[in-house]
C-alpha cells in the first residue's frame, strides 16, 4: 500500500503474450477487452481479475423492494469500465470477507429512458446485512448477459433470478 498516494500495489508475474490469440497484451487491448464485456479475458492479460473499489452508497431501494439488495457503488467517469451489462464476481468488504455477487453496470432501461450515466450495482449471493458507508473492492470474473430493458417488473425480477444462478454456476457457490 501506498499511503501518500492512495494506491494499493499488487505484484503479479509479467505475462508477455497470450496464448491462441494475435494481440499482445497492452493496456489498449486491456481497455477493449472490458469495453467488450470480455472481463475473463482481461483478467488473463492483468493477471489478476479486473477491480474497482469505492464506497457503498444509498441508492433508490429498487432492489431491495423487488427482493435483491444492492451493494451501490459510484463509478468515476474517467476510468475505463466494463460495457454495461450483468457480470458473475466477487464483493471483498473492508474486514477481507469475500462473498459471491451478481453485478450489474447499467443506466437501468427498464426504469429510465435516458439516465446520464451508468451505475455499478452489486447484488451478494446469500447475504443479509448493512453495507453502507463501507469501502469495498468488487472483481469482475465473467460475463453473463448484456444490458436489457424489460417490459415489466416481473420479467425483469425473472430474469435477476437467472443472472443470480448463472453468477453461482461461475463461482461455484
Known sequence: ????HGLDVIGVD???EMPLTLESISSTAIRRALQGGEVAHAARMLG?????????IHGEQRGRTLGFPTANIPIAQDRVW????????WLERADGSSHPCAINIGRRPTFYLHAEHSLLEAHL???DGDL????????FADFLRGERRFDGVESLVAQLKDDIMGARLILHC
Open 82 to 89: 466494463p460495457s454495461d451489462g450483468v457480470y458473475a464476481g
Open 1 to 4: 500500500m501506498r499511503p501518500d
Open 132 to 139: 453502507y458507508g463501507e469501502f469495498c473492492r468488487v472483481s
Open 125 to 127: 449471493i446469500d447475504f
Open 48 to 56: 489478476r481479475p479486473y477491480q474497482v473499489s469505492g464506497e457503498v
Open 14 to 16: 509479467a505475462v508477455r
